[in-house]
């Protein structure tokens, strides 16, 4: 049965993965065993994949990224160049935490800019922006935009990634797309 799906020749895929059609993986990744992999995603080159990650379908993975065990990434996410995923909060080389691995989900159609880096355990909601540099060290929101370290809330955006500006009815709309959002108690929700 012929794949679905292009890896470069340099690039390692171990064995119990599972990887959706149109899903390219690019020059000298690792994919580690008994991954999921969804359709048309696109794996940047050095990329490491470590064993049992779920990654959604159309996920972007930029150029040097790792993400490692516990990491859960939902469809339509983007990971830029050289950013960083944790997975054990206090690691030592001489004391073996594998069972300790914390979870982080990164939600529907979140984006995580250049080198920043992801303290495990905080989910980074849906449709979120994390500013590129930025240490995430607490859940993101849907819809967040955060920069600095550590990352602090600075706006929202639209599902386009554009900052929206809410009147003082709490109602804003993306200019770029037509889409309407309300802000009520620090929650955006799209009305359309």
């Known amino acids: 049965m012929k794949r679905k799906y292009f890896s470069h020749e340099t690039s ?22 008994n991954c999921v992999i969804g359709k048309s995603c696109n794996i940047g080159q050095n990329v490491v994949i470590s ?6 379908n159309n996920v972007k993975i930029q150029n040097n990224v790792s993400i490692y065990t516990g990491v859960i990434c939902e469809d339509d996410v983007f990971l830029g160049p050289s950013m960083v995923f944790t997975n ?10 594998k069972d300790e691995f ?3 989900i990164v939600k529907k159609g979140a984006s995580i800019g250049a080198n920043a880096t992801i303290v495990c355990g905080n989910n980074i909601g ?3 922006f994390v500013g590129a540099g930025a240490v995430v060290t607490k859940e993101v ?3 967040s935009l955060v920069v600095g370290n550590p990352s602090k809330h600075i ?17 804003a709309e993306c200019k770029e797309s037509g889409q309407k959002y309300e802000l009520t108690n620090n929650i955006v929700t799209r009305i359309n």
């Open 12 to 33: 390692i895929i171990d064995n119990g993965c599972v990887i959706g059609d149109n899903t390219k993986i690019w020059h000298f990744s690792h994919i580690m065993p």
């Open 51 to 56: 064993p049992y990650v779920k990654l959604g």
């Open 88 to 97: 054990v909060i206090n690691p030592r080389s001489a004391v073996n935490r």
């Open 102 to 104: 914390l979870k982080t």
């Open 126 to 128: 849906n449709y979120s």
């Open 141 to 143: 929101l849907d819809y």
């Open 155 to 171: 706006g929202w955006v639209s599902e386009f990634g554009h900052k929206l500006y809410f009147s003082e009815e709490g109602l």
